[in-house]
């Protein structure tokens, strides 16, 4: 690999082996290899793409709060307790 990857070129790459691949080029590049540097980036890329999909296929979806009840408002605690004298 010379050239930075293309998203397609990396689909076929299993996470293990991705994850692999960006280590090494990230120290490739630390070790001063400027072509390196795009190829690493685009790896970890890729990398964190996939992670954060296979993180949000884990989230369950969230409730929908119960609708509130208008008249809710107008009632009061003692309104159930108290009658009206006969």
């Known amino acids: ?6 998203p397609p070129q990396l689909a076929h790459i299993d996470d293990d082996e991705l994850e692999r691949l960006a280590v090494s080029w990230r120290a490739q ?4 290899d400027r072509e390196a540097f795009g190829i690493a ?3 970890e ?4 793409r996939r992670t954060r999909e ?6 369950p979806a969230d409730p929908l709060p119960a609708p509130r009840r208008w ?7 003692e309104a159930g307790t108290s009658r009206p004298a006969s």
């Open 1 to 6: 690999m010379t050239a930075v990857p293309s």
């Open 29 to 32: 590049a630390g070790r001063g």
């Open 41 to 43: 980036h685009a790896l």
């Open 45 to 48: 890329v890729e990398r964190r």
């Open 54 to 59: 296979s993180q949000m296929q884990q989230l």
């Open 71 to 77: 008249w809710k408002f107008w009632q009061s605690s």
